[in-house]
């Protein structure tokens, strides 16, 4: 069984609390035996897979197999096209380069407001960035973004190889059919 999750802000990707003040998938009444495949940090949102397959995780996460991921971004700032170019270039983090990835400035997407707001401040503007990416370091399109000198405020993954989040809502997941299945892999 294969489940597509959409995790609010300020939820952990993990079914133990470390903390009484920690919101985990615990929470969310999913079936008995599923675990996260890959992770999404506390502070973003959007799709994330559960599964009881176990031989899934090495198959949709390790670069080698080079499985999409497609993130939105709203970064502090007027993205400019040249900071886009470097991103699809690849970045470097921590003295490694990232993978060339997909990347383009996007419109307003018109995302519901997240339960806790993003800074705002009247004199900065924000702007909205689409990147792809096939590998999955920690924290990764937060520095890259950072790198390009856009930090990211607002992080949410909306699709998962062909799999889009669409219109399931914050907090709802439902388990994917035959043909859902297909689009993932």
């Not at 699709?159 to 994917?176: I, N, T, Y």
Request: contains cysteine.
């Amino acid at each position: 069984m294969i489940l597509m999750f959409h995790k609010p802000y300020g939820v952990l990707s993990q079914f133990t609390k470390e903390e009484s003040d920690h919101c985990t998938l615990a929470e969310f009444n999913f079936p008995k035996n599923v675990y996260p495949i890959g992770r999404l940090d506390w502070d973003s949102e959007g799709l994330l897979l559960l599964s009881d397959e176990k031989e899934l995780n090495d198959r949709l996460l390790h670069p080698r197999h080079e499985h999409s991921k497609t993130y939105h971004a709203q970064v502090e700032g007027k993205a400019t096209e040249q900071a886009v170019s470097n991103l699809r270039k690849g970045v470097m983090l921590q003295g490694q380069k990232t993978k060339p990835c997909q990347a383009a400035l996007l419109e307003d997407p018109q995302y519901s407001p997240r339960t806790v707001p993003i800074r705002f401040r009247l004199s900065v503007p924000t702007s909205w960035i689409e990147l792809i990416l096939t590998e999955g370091k920690n924290r990764q399109v937060r520095r890259m973004t950072a790198a390009v000198g856009f930090p990211t405020l607002r992080l949410l993954r909306v699709a998962h190889g062909g799999l889009k989040l669409a219109s399931l809502k914050p907090g709802q997941w439902v388990e994917l059919d035959a043909a859902q299945r297909q689009c993932l892999l």
